[in-house]
């Protein structure tokens, strides 16, 4: 545990407020909203219900049972757990979309989550990439494909999730590019692809 400063006070409601969870839920309701309205909204909660609330809920179960030490599961082999359980309930989430003819955008969306999931989980079995800055990476890469390319100048607030996990020691500088790279190219060219 990192001790409390001004500066890990800071980055830990950085980590916090931006962790995965809540860029999953903003991305797709932000999507789903523009551009498709209140059946948009509709489709991307059901998404980040999948996306987001389920995985949480495990995260939390574990952690009560105490199998997870805390809410960002900081021990990289304890995530080779967590990660297969997130793509079955986004796999899911997936299958009853296209099944049911949601809105390709945020289909695609889905899928390209996903698609970022199989390298993460790659790599998590030799070395401890960080999830945070590849989901805000990704989604930032998405929504500026989606909805144009002014959506790049969020890409400042990835660094700064980055800067977060660092000064808590919670990944090495390394670990947070990486993180960026593989949530940029994985999801990125997943929506750009089948969208």
């Not at 500026?144 to 660092?166: E, T």
Request: hydrophobic content about 55%; some cysteine.
């Amino acid at each position: 545990m990192t001790a409390a400063t001004p500066v890990t006070t800071w980055a830990r409601r950085v980590t916090d407020g931006l962790e995965p969870k809540n860029v999953i839920i903003a991305q797709l309701l932000l999507l789903g909203g523009v551009r498709h309205g209140w059946p948009g909204l509709g489709w991307a909660a059901f998404a980040a219900l999948f996306a987001a609330v389920i995985p949480t809920l495990f995260i939390q179960r574990g952690i009560r049972k105490g199998t997870l030490e805390d809410r960002h599961v900081g021990h990289r082999k304890r995530r080779l757990t967590v990660i297969p359980f997130i793509m079955g309930s986004v796999a899911t989430s997936f299958a009853v979309m296209y099944a049911a003819h949601a809105p390709g955008d945020l289909t695609a969306m889905v899928l390209a989550m996903f698609a970022a999931l199989i390298p993460i989980l790659v790599i998590t079995v030799w070395w401890k990439v960080s999830v945070h800055t590849a989901v805000a990476s990704g989604a930032v890469l998405c929504l500026a494909i989606a909805l144009g390319p002014w959506w790049l100048l969020l890409y400042p607030l990835v660094a700064l999730i980055g800067w977060s996990r660092v000064v808590l020691r919670d990944h090495t500088t390394a670990q947070t590019i990486v993180g960026t790279v593989v949530g940029a190219v994985s999801a990125g060219l997943t929506f750009w692809a089948t969208r």
